[in-house]
């Protein structure tokens, strides 16, 4: 049993009890010789995978399974006045219809309802049938009449600011109280500032397009509901929909095996998890709801549009006197759970500043409502932030990389708290100029129409510390395999694999003697949602409590078997050894036959990260392209890549995030937005073909330099997120690479083509303005 | 309005599929796709898109990587169709299949069963193909998480691993 603390905080109705258990593993060091852990290894799921075996959420067929389709507003904003479904209850094949006429009031989205009479987005749901089929469920979509009364509507954030604006709601458009942060005195800074730089940016609302939509299947039996969810995170699900059901949480069990990609969108229930379960209780029948590609760029998230005005103040050597920031964000018609998408912090945090003010407005608008996207806030707030540094640096005539050094922060200066690696992003900085060469580097020459340039940008992180609770259960065998029991889930990143190798080095166990459990609320115990780079940072410490748990009853086994005492034992590889020597190691298998069919049992949770150290990630990337003056067209030539995430668990999958993360990156930077048309509003690219996510052929070489030093103060395995990270930097180095070829800067994302060509033509122009120097 | 025609209308159609085939009744707007995830619940072969923009449904129609979301079942009576459940001889995986997961050229797993299928076609047609040639038989996939360099990686190793196998097609290097 682990030491468990019940902690009490407050007084009267305000106060919190706080559970927490001590987690009594050793740390490894810095230097511990792993056998395991940090070392490359394919995906345990690979197999399947590749096999087309692997079960995703929209592959669940059960025996008598209907089909669902949600019919959706047409109307950015309206009113509905009448709805008749009764061509579509009669049509053969219907089993179904649920309609604001007949669904239970459920409140979803602040004030609003799971069927809503007024609809405030384009996709806003308006009816559900099930059918036997997709094609019949679609057919009976259509024989529902729907009588809207348009509202006026406004789908774009500075029209949304007007006062006078159409409402999204009555109470107008601000969606939340301005988040205004002060540290110093920011304007006072500015005054006593050499150099000033005041750059306004912004970027679009960029759409996830995980290709498996978000959907589910549900099933009733009697009282109790299973979902098959496509969701970054079951206990989430089970939570959420338990309670729009009104049901008891151990009458829901949510199950996800594989999902095909979740990118921070499937963190939180949405309707279609709702309508499901109520759709399949009306027909009696297993009801399968999984959004079309157009549902899925409407209605269930994207990242929200901002625009920055930014200041930036120095001393003529670089030091910051000042850093302000004002932001505005459009959060679509509703706002939503989950990770914040927090635009003010990197600017509080990644550079040492004594003077930083940040004001963040959050906007309503009529259209899909926004959500986490991997480093939701940060990778919006780095185009800005980044961009104003570089353009700070050639305005100080300092080396960029270099004023970064200069203004280098030690400590989370929001909460007055060292980092527990300080020097982590210095070792970035170190690792990726010694990799590109920086101190001697050289553009390569122009060559007809291209030109060459190089950019740098820095970030931080506010997650990838992970976090408790989270619990893991091991079972050690008759036969000396083990079975991990988890709630955690894979949302694609590799969580099996990496968690396997924990338990696997911990055990002293082959990773092939190891079958990792996790997706299944009924099965495993407790995990936190997969989201802020955590799984890895707060999963694996409590599988390393459960493993050594079960491996010291093992010892205790063993002890009594071979008559030696259990603290001259250790497991490596299968074995027991005896004063560490191999030639004297005796298989687990031999010693838990002697006990089988008896098992052992572990247990393990994750204990509270430190309370007086800030845990973070950090990095920076180095990006070389290309720019074609005559086209506009920019080519990636290399990408330089180094990131502070502690341990490296498995290289390879590792390797492989940040690789991902710099290809959604370069998505965001120079293809990806939506487009709203502003007097439909309609979305016009809410699919794959007007929508572009980058393809192999937009992607260059990407090199992954590992910094790879254990963060032994964060966590027992010393390893931290990784899946967030990788993305911040890179829109800012391509922005700033492509000033440094063709000295232009591009404020907003994406950084298209004509913003290029009529960035150049508007330096052309004002270039042949410029009064002649006399001799 | 559009009303579902009634089940008499279903049209007798004969799939094959990895070498069986599957006498079905389909609608005649069910799609290959649709056929064989919901008639044939062979659901390693994708639905993303579902309009011939992202690839993840490609299978290979007599010898051709097609999308089976473009196709109509019932036009595919007769044809030899391969889909990612018949690419592995019995549970011996193609050479494509191991450099995938030796090359870690996937992460979701979601877009895997399209890259394999028309890479699988590249492979059958050509014993050495270029860099080029892989990068543009794959350019048509959508990789959301962006395991392209990898997937580039794993094709090539692929190439190795097929000229190294004893059963390998003596097809002289380029193919044909």
Redo the contacts between chains.
Sequence with gaps: MLPFRISQQGSGEETTIEVSEEDRVQTWPEDARLTVVGHGHGRLEGNQKVTGRARYTYDVRLPGQLYAKVLRSPHPHARIERIDTTAAEQLPGVHAVLSSANAPGITWYENSSLFDTTVRMIGDEVAAVAAESEEIAEDALRLIDVTYTPLPFVVDLESALQPDAPKVWEGGNISQEPKVYDRGDADAGLRDADVVVDETFTTASVLHNSLEPHGCTASWEGEYLTLWNSTQSVFTIRQEVAEALDLPEHRVRVIKEHMGGGFGAKQIAWKQDVLAALLSRQAGRPVQLMLDREAENLVVGNRPSTRQRVRLGAKRDGTLTAISAELVQARGAYLTGGEASNVSGIYQTLYKCPNVHTDETTVYINAGPAVAFRAPGHVEAAFALEGAMDQLARALDIDPVELRRRNYAEIDQTEDKPYSLPEGLRLCYDRLTEAIGWDTYQRPEPTGPKRRGIGFAAHDWAAGSGHPPAYAWIELNGDGTADVVTGTQDIGTGTRTGLAQVAAEELGLPLDRIAFHLGDTATGPYSPVSSGSATQASMGPAIRAAALDVKEQLFRVASTVLEIPADRLSARDGKILVDGDMSRAVPIEDIMGQISPATLHGRGARGPNPSDLAIRTFGGQFIELEVDIETGEVTLHRIVSAHDIGRIVNPTVVDSQVIGGITQGIGFALTEGRVIDHRLGLVLNPDLEEYFVPTIADVPSIDHVHVNVPDVKANTTGAKGVGEPPLIPTAPAIANAIFDAVGIRIRSTPLSRDRILAGLATAAEAASQKPEVPA | ????P?LSSRIPVTLTINGRDHPLLV?P??TLL?AL??DL???????????G??G?CTVAVDGQAMYSCLLLAVDCDGRDIT???G??SGNE?DP???A???H?A????????GQ?MNLHVLLDRHDNPTDEQI?RT???????????????KAARRAVELKAARPNADPVPSGGR
């Design positions: 309005m559009i009303a579902t009634p609608e707007r069910r649709d995830r919901h619940e062979l659901t390693g072969t994708k639905k993303v898109c579902d309009m923009n992202c993840a889909t990612i459940e690419v592995a995986l494509l299949q191991q995938f997961i030796e870690d996937f992460q979701c797993g979601f877009c895997t069963s394999i990068q794959v350019t048509g996939n959508l990789c959301r998480c962006g395991a392209y360099p990898n997937i580039a």
